[in-house]
């Protein structure tokens, strides 16, 4: 064995380590959570791993050791979830949201980033950190905020900010949303899987709101946020373009930058679209959607856990007035653009 082996195995017998402590956590409130949907099957494993996770997470389990294996859980396997739930539907399962929804999609993103926007301004937030608000609720919270903050030249600092001020308004609204959607659309499932998947910021929030209702909420809920998702592309250079002609100083480019630039569409999207397409082609055998299913579902309960250990209330009194008033008042006008959206479209 060459030295580089050597070094490459500890460096990943380093990152396990780290990861371990984390993860072994989320896999067990995930196990503990399918267990006591057995006796509590109208709340789901989904919906007690994540309230379980909330209440161990801020309790007990608070010991920083544990962040890189939740943040890992609450990320990677999320996103391995959305993967394989690809092989679970086809493209006719996604017409069923049909030109409605797509219409509702591009309307709900551009109002929310309108919204966004204008209300930073006139909090005095700069044009950076208002982009990246506006994004971040738009798309995909901190993947679309991670993706757009290079794009503009945002400070490091502001971006932390508005990561925080972002996952804190989805935590509200991935608290509040199904129960307002259950009240308003009843038992209609796209009414309600649109106002989710519509509104609620990142993935995990998505299935997380999603999974206090039902599977079916779940499964169209993720539909439209897979919409939105592959609208970053679009959103990143409309919020360059515009960055370039109101600061033109910021943006003297070399060569070097433009050849370093990535492609700002999530790897699981691709891989959800992919499966889908040859699922929607081909009759996959009957045992790949099962065992699809049945990871995807043990990486989404893992996932949520770790998403509630990692919820930290304290975060809310800590930014202050003008953060959070910026941050109900864009959650507050996504979810009356979305509910009129519906209403308006006849979803």
């Keep these: 064995m060459n030295n580089l082996s050597i070094h490459q195995n500890k460096t990943a017998m380093a990152r396990f380590k780290q990861i371990a402590p984390g993860l072994g956590l989320s896999i067990i409130v995930a196990a503990i959570s399918r267990v006591l949907a057995i006796f509590l099957p109208t709340l789901g494993g989904a919906t007690i791993a994540i309230l379980l996770g909330i209440l161990l997470g801020n309790t007990l389990f608070k010991q920083p050791v544990l962040a890189t294996g939740t943040k890992f859980a609450e990320s990677f396997l999320l996103e391995c979830s959305v993967f394989l739930l690809g092989a679970t539907v086809t493209v006719q399962t996604i017409a069923q949201i049909g030109v409605k929804g797509i219409f509702f999609i591009l309307l709900q993103m551009t109002g929310t980033i309108l919204a966004a926007y204008f209300i930073g301004k ?75 998947g519509g509104t609620l910021q990142s993935v995990g929030q998505v299935v997380a709101g999603a999974s ?96 509630g250990l990692r919820l930290d209330f304290v975060k809310f009194m800590k930014e202050g007035p003008r953060f959070l008033s910026y941050g109900l008042a864009v959650g507050l006008c996504q979810t009356i653009l979305a509910v009129g959206l519906i209403w308006l479209i006849r979803l």
């Excluded at 006139?122 to 208002?130: E, M, Y």
């Excluded at 490091?156 to 609204?173: H, R, S, W």
């Excluded at 060569?255 to 700002?264: A, E, G």
Aim: charged share 15%; hydrophobic share 55%.
């Design 122 to 196: 006139k909090l005095l937030f700069s044009d950076t950190a208002s982009l990246m608000m506006a994004g971040g609720n738009a798309v995909c919270g901190s993947s679309a905020i991670a993706a757009i903050g290079p794009s503009i030249r945002a400070d490091e600092e502001e971006k932390g900010q508005i990561i925080t001020l972002v996952n804190l308004l989805g935590t509200v609204m991935m608290l509040t949303l199904p129960f307002l959607g259950l009240q308003l659309f009843g038992a209609n499932l796209i009414e309600k899987s649109a106002l989710l």
């Design 212 to 307: 206090f209702l039902d599977a079916s909420v779940v499964q169209f809920s993720m539909l439209f946020k897979i919409l939105r998702i592959v609208l970053l592309v679009v959103v990143v250079y409309i919020f360059e373009k515009v960055m370039v002609r109101k600061h033109p100083e910021n943006f003297v480019q070399n060569l070097q930058d433009v050849n370093k630039r990535k492609l700002p569409l999530p790897w699981y999207v691709l891989g959800f679209l992919a499966f889908c397409l040859i699922n929607s082609v081909f009759t996959l055998p009957t045992v790949i959607d099962h065992t699809a299913h049945f990871i995807s579902t043990w990486f989404e309960i893992t996932a949520l856990a770790a998403i």
